[in-house]
C-alpha cells in the first residue's frame, strides 16, 4: 500500500493553503504505515521545525473529544437521555427561545440557536428542522456535562482516556512551550498561540492541543470501541453511541448526518465534508486550523492531517468541502 502519493497531496493543498507547518500519519490494523512532517511551527526566524511532538492547535476538532465525554454521561446516567430537554439541565435560560431544543440538537447542530454580537442568543430554525454549525451548542453541552458530572470535560478525558492512554501531548493549553505550534492568520506574518486563561483548561475554549500521534491514537480509540491494547479502555457502548448517526431526521437530503459532533459516512450529502468513496461507516471531524481525523472502520484505517492555517483551502476546484471530500477519496485510492 503506498502512501505517497497522499502525502504529495497534503503537502500540496498545505503549501496553497500557505501553512507553515503540517504533518500526516495513517494507522492500519494498530500500526503506523505513514508519518510525515514538513515545515516549521511557524514563518518567524528561527521557527521550529514540525516533529512528532509537536502539538497542533485541533480548534473544533476538539469538538470530538467534548463529544466523548458528553456520551461517557448519556451512558453513566448523568444526562437522563439525548432526548431531554436543554433547559432540564441549563433552566437559567430562556424556556420559550429553547422550547422542544435536546441534548440531541446540540450535538447535531441541529440546535437552531446562535448568537449575535452582544452576546445574546436567538433562532435561526426551529430545533430538528435544518443544520447549522455553531458555537452556543459547545458551550450549553460543556455547561450541562460539567454541572451533572461535578467534573470539566478535560478532567473526565484526562481519567477516562488521556491518563490511560499516556496521551501527554493532549490538553487543553493555558502556558506556552516550544512544542506548540502557531496557528497563521491572514498573511504569514500574522500569528496566533491560542492559550486559555486561568482557569481555561477544562474543555470549553479552543485551547486544546494535540499532536499527529496522539490525534490518531484518538482516532484508533474510536475504531477499536474503546478497546487498547487487549484493554477496555472506554466502553464500547461509549464509543458507538459517540460515532453512530444521532441526527434527527431532516428535510434537506443534502444536510450532513452527525454522531456526536462527527460526520457520519451513512448517505448521500452534498453538504458532508467526507469523500464519496469512503465507506459506510467511517466518520470524521474537522478543524478550521486544518486538523482532520478520518476513521474507516471496514479498512481498520484511521487518517491524521495536521495544519496550522486558519480556514481551510478553496481553489479554482471548489470550496472548502470539495478538497475535504478529495482528501478522502484520496485516501481511499491508497487503500486501492
Known amino acids: 500500500m503506498e502512501w505517497k502519493t497522499l502525502v504529495e497531496y497534503a503537502d500540496s493543498i498545505n503549501k496553497w493553503n500557505r501553512a507553515s507547518g503540517s504533518a500526516l500519519v495513517v ?12 515545515g516549521y ?10 516533529g512528532a511532538d509537536s502539538q497542533f492547535n485541533v480548534a473544533s476538532a476538539r469538538k470530538s473529544y467534548i463529544g ?6 448519556v451512558r453513566e ?3 437522563g437521555s439525548l432526548d431531554d430537554a436543554v433547559t432540564d439541565y441549563l433552566p437559567e435560560l430562556d424556556a420559550a427561545l429553547l422550547a422542544g431544543t435536546t441534548i440531541r440538537h446540540l450535538v447535531t447542530h441541529t440546535h437552531g440557536l446562535h448568537e449575535d454580537t452582544a452576546g445574546r442568543l436567538f433562532r435561526e430554525f426551529a430545533p430538528g428542522t435544518s443544520w447549522a454549525y455553531r458555537g452556543v451548542n459547545v458551550v450549553m453541552l460543556t455547561d450541562i456535562i460539567e454541572r451533572v458530572t ?4 478535560a478532567e473526565i478525558l484526562q481519567e477516562l482516556v488521556f491518563a490511560p492512554l499516556g496521551l501527554t501531548q493532549t490538553g487543553w493549553r493555558t502556558e506556552a512551550s516550544e512544542q506548540l505550534v502557531k496557528v497563521i492568520l491572514d498573511t504569514p506574518q500574522e500569528t496566533e498561540l491560542v492559550l486559555g486563561t486561568d482557569g481555561s483548561g477544562g474543555g470549553m475554549q479552543r485551547n486544546l492541543f494535540v499532536s499527529a500521534r496522539d490525534f490518531a491514537k484518538w482516532g484508533q480509540l474510536h475504531l477499536t470501541q474503546g478497546r487498547v491494547d487487549g484493554r477496555q479502555v472506554v466502553s464500547a457502548g461509549i464509543v458507538q453511541l459517540a460515532t453512530s448517526v444521532q441526527s434527527p431526521e431532516l428535510p434537506d437530503p443534502d444536510l450532513p448526518p452527525n454522531g456526536f459532533f462527527w460526520y457520519v459516512q451513512d448517505r448521500p450529502a452534498a453538504r458532508s465534508e467526507i469523500g464519496s468513496t469512503v465507506p459506510q461507516g467511517a466518520f470524521q471531524i474537522l478543524g478550521v486550523t486544518g486538523p482532520l481525523v478520518l476513521v474507516v472502520p471496514e479498512h481498520e484505517l484511521v487518517v491524521v492531517r495536521m495544519s496550522n492555517k486558519r480556514y481551510n483551502y478553496s481553489g479554482p476546484d471548489g470550496d472548502y468541502l470539495h478538497y475535504l471530500r478529495e482528501f478522502g477519496d484520496r485516501v481511499m485510492e491508497c487503500v486501492r
Open 41 to 50: 511551527h511557524s514563518y518567524e526566524a528561527g521557527a521550529r521545525p514540525v
Open 150 to 153: 461535578g467534573k470539566t470535560v
Open 68 to 73: 466523548l465525554a458528553a456520551a461517557w454521561a
Open 77 to 79: 446516567g448523568k444526562i
Open 27 to 38: 494507522m492500519r490494523q494498530g500500526e503506523i504505515v505513514c508519518e510525515h512532517y514538513a
